[in-house]
């Protein structure tokens, strides 16, 4: 069994910065990728954004392109997402995901999850 663990949400107003971190524990697999996903009140969860398992290769959803950034670091099993120029539209749960194999693969579903850490953007 892995755990993920999310830390850093919180309240923010438009324009500013947060960082996400996720801290995998347990029984973590030599080789996995690793995913952020959000869910907006009311609205279906959506992916983010999602690194290979070396931190080579990282691909965003449009909506974050160029704003968000998502990285890792080996040697602590966590993963981190860079949140800069927050608009409210980014307020949601953010869910930390984790996929064995070294690439995301978006047609398949997150082998593990965490539990969600809520970010919140006022206008």
């Known amino acids: 069994q892995v755990n993920l663990v999310e830390s850093g949400g919180g309240l923010m107003q438009t324009g500013g910065s947060l960082r996400l971190s996720c801290a995998a524990s347990?029984?973590?697999?030599?080789?996995?990728?690793m995913g952020w996903f959000r869910q907006a009140p009311g609205k279906e969860r959506e992916f983010a954004a999602a690194?290979?398992?070396?931190?080579?290769?990282?691909r965003y959803a449009d909506s974050v392109k160029g704003r968000f950034t998502i990285s890792r670091d080996g040697a602590k099993n966590t993963v981190y997402l860079q949140m800069n120029s927050l608009k409210p539209e980014d307020t949601a749960i953010y869910y930390c995901?984790?996929?064995?194999?070294?690439?995301?693969?978006?047609?398949?579903?997150?082998?593990?999850w965490g539990q969600g850490t809520q970010v919140t953007v006022s206008s």
């Open positions: 995901a984790a996929q064995i194999g070294s690439n995301w693969d978006p047609y398949s579903i997150a082998d593990y």
């Open positions: 347990g029984r973590t697999p030599s080789t996995y990728a």
């Open positions: 690194i290979n398992w070396n931190g080579d290769y990282t």
